[in-house]
T-cell receptor
Framework: EAGVTQSPTHLIKTRGQQATLRCSPISGHTSVYWYQQALGLGLQFLLWYDEGEERNRGNFPPRFSGRQFPNYSSELNVNALELEDSALYLC?????????????FGEGSRLTVL | AQSVSQHNHHVILSEAASLELGCNYSYGGTVNLFWYVQYPGQHLQLLLKYFSGDPLVKGIKGFEAEFIKSKFSFNLRKPSVQWSDTAEYFCAVIGGSGTYKYIFGTGTRLKVLA
């Protein structure tokens, strides 16, 4: 069974540009979570999608946005990039039918903003 | 709002030493608690989880955790660590009230010396 896949693995952008990160959940999983992992800050909750809708978002500015497609894959967009957006962005999926189920993580996309 | 605190940011132990990593959460309602582990170069994976019932839960690789409701704690323990336990450990909580946000702590980096 294929796990959660994320692309690209690495991305280098400059300040003010936009970044798009992609995530494919485990087959059958309808929930997708996005986290930002910056050094020393642990995993900061960004967004949660389920069944194509945004269910909740963390304390991030509106330039962090995303969407979930009909096949349950997801995209995270970061506009007007700032230096502090440099981090590892993790995607995780969960069986949507299980409210408190386990999260399955991808390897992450490392975004570097110069 | 939900929050999770991990007080030990870096822990260094010798092989065969006992391990206890602290985790405290802040949430007034029913919670479900997790410990995830990230081995070097690998993605985050579930170590153990508590949903209900026996507050002492056992996970993979000899790890266990105890849920103490009165202390809002879910500490991770292992009687005798091995060099292969070197990793970063994250405590996580998911609360109800319809939000189902998975909140993670800042993580504890464990280094086990051979």
């Amino acid at each position: 069974e294929a796990g959660v896949t994320q692309s690209p693995t690495h991305l280098i952008k400059t300040r003010g540009q936009q970044a798009t990160l992609r995530c494919s959940p485990i087959s059958g999983h309808t929930s997708v979570y996005w986290y930002q992992q910056a050094l020393g800050l642990g995993l900061q909750f960004l967004l949660w999608y389920d069944e194509g809708e945004e269910r909740n978002r963390g304390n991030f500015p509106p330039r962090f946005s995303g969407r979930q497609f009909p096949n349950y894959s997801s995209e995270l967009n970061v506009n007007a990039l700032e230096l502090e957006d440099s981090a590892l962005y993790l995607c995780a999926s969960k069986d949507g039918g299980s409210s408190f189920g386990e999260l399955f993580f991808g390897e992450g996309s490392r975004l570097t903003v110069l | 709002a939900q929050s999770v605190s991990q007080h030990n940011h870096h822990v260094i132990l010798s092989e065969a030493a006992s391990l206890e990593l602290g985790c405290n959460y802040s949430y007034g309602g029913t919670v479900n608690l997790f410990w995830y582990v990230q081995y070097p170069g690998q993605h985050l994976q579930l170590l153990l989880k508590y949903f209900s019932g026996d507050p002492l839960v056992k996970g993979i690789k000899g790890f266990e955790a105890e849920f103490i409701k009165s202390k809002f704690s879910f500490n991770l323990r292992k009687p005798s660590v091995q060099w292969s336990d070197t990793a970063e450990y994250f405590c996580a909580v998911i609360g109800g009230s319809g939000t189902y946000k998975y909140i993670f702590g800042t993580g504890t980096r464990l280094k086990v010396l051979a």
